[in-house]
């Protein structure tokens, strides 16, 4: 069975660009979550969806918006890129919502910012 | 203070070591605890996940938490040369949201 999957997995953008990034959860599984992992960091969580409702947003700016469609598949957009926004965007899966349901991790998308 | 502190490392042990990997949490209403692999470039990977206080173990890798001291720990036997990576813990609450530590990033020298 396919993982997560992730696309695009690199791209470089420009300041004040926007970007869209696209996640494909494990099939079945109703719930995706978005992360941010800078260099050297931990991932940082930014957006959590399950039935295609949004269940949680962490501390960022409302450049970062996010979406899940019928299919469970989801996009996080960045508008008014900036350098800081350079990272590795993660998106996870899991098949439920609440308490100790195993999330899995797709490879990420890298951003780079110029 | 961070939710969840984690050594940085990095560590560097020889293979067949014994390799024991920390944190610590601040937060009473964390519930579960994962620990993820990641290699260089790569996505987190799924290693460990234990629910109640204390020890799991598969394979190689035995995962530890107590709640009462709200400290995890991942220990390693054995260690080979694949398993050089970032580690990182991972608690949860009562939603699927993650709070990783910085990650312990590991050599295992052959």
Same mark, same amino acid.
């Given at each position: 069975?396919?993982?997560?999957?992730?696309?695009?997995?690199?791209?470089?953008?420009? =300041?004040?660009?926007?970007?869209?990034?696209?996640?494909?959860?494990?099939?079945?599984?109703? #719930? %995706?979550?978005?992360?941010?992992?800078?260099?050297?960091?931990?991932?940082?969580?930014?957006?959590?969806?399950?039935?295609?409702?949004?269940?949680? =947003?962490?501390?960022?700016?409302?450049?970062?918006?996010? =979406?899940?469609?019928?299919?469970?598949?989801?996009?996080?957009? %960045?508008?008014?890129?900036?350098?800081?926004?350079?990272?590795?965007?993660?998106?996870? #899966?899991?098949?439920?919502?609440?308490?100790?349901?195993?999330?899995?991790?797709?490879?990420?998308?890298?951003?780079?910012?110029? | 203070? !961070?939710?969840?502190? &984690?050594?940085?490392?990095?560590?560097?042990?020889?293979?067949?070591?014994?390799?024991?990997?920390?944190?610590?949490?601040?937060?009473?209403?964390? &519930?579960?605890?994962?620990?993820?692999? &990641?290699?260089?470039? !790569?996505?987190?990977?799924?290693?460990?996940?234990?629910? /109640?206080?204390?020890?799991?173990?598969?394979?190689?890798?035995?995962?530890?938490?107590?709640?009462?001291? !709200?400290?995890?720990?991942?220990?390693?036997?054995? /260690?080979?040369?694949?398993?050089?990576?970032?580690?990182?813990?991972?608690?949860?609450?009562?939603?699927? !949201?993650?709070?990783?530590?910085?990650?312990?990033?590991?050599?295992? &020298?052959?």
């Amino acid at each position: 069975d396919a993982g997560v999957t992730q696309s695009p997995t690199h791209l470089i953008k420009t =300041r004040g660009q926007q970007v869209t990034l696209r996640c494909s959860p494990i099939s079945g599984h109703k #719930s %995706v979550s978005w992360y941010q992992q800078v260099l050297g960091q931990g991932p940082q969580f930014i957006f959590q969806y399950y039935e295609k409702e949004e269940r949680g =947003r962490g501390n960022f700016p409302d450049r970062f918006s996010a =979406r899940q469609f019928p299919n469970y598949s989801s996009e996080l957009n %960045v508008n008014a890129l900036l350098l800081g926004d350079s990272a590795l965007y993660l998106c996870a #899966s899991s098949d439920s919502w609440g308490t100790g349901n195993t999330i899995y991790f797709g490879e990420g998308s890298w951003l780079t910012v110029v | 203070q !961070k939710e969840v502190e &984690q050594d940085p490392g990095p560590l560097s042990v020889p293979e067949g070591a014994i390799v024991s990997l920390n944190c610590t949490y601040s937060n009473s209403a964390f &519930q579960y605890f994962m620990w993820y692999r &990641q290699y260089s470039r !790569k996505g987190p990977e799924l290693l460990m996940y234990t629910y /109640s206080s204390g020890n799991k173990e598969d394979g190689r890798f035995t995962a530890q938490v107590d709640k009462s001291s !709200k400290y995890i720990s991942l220990f390693i036997r054995d /260690s080979q040369p694949s398993d050089s990576a970032t580690y990182l813990c991972a608690p949860g609450g009562a939603t699927n !949201k993650l709070i990783f530590g910085t990650g312990t990033l590991l050599a295992v &020298q052959p």
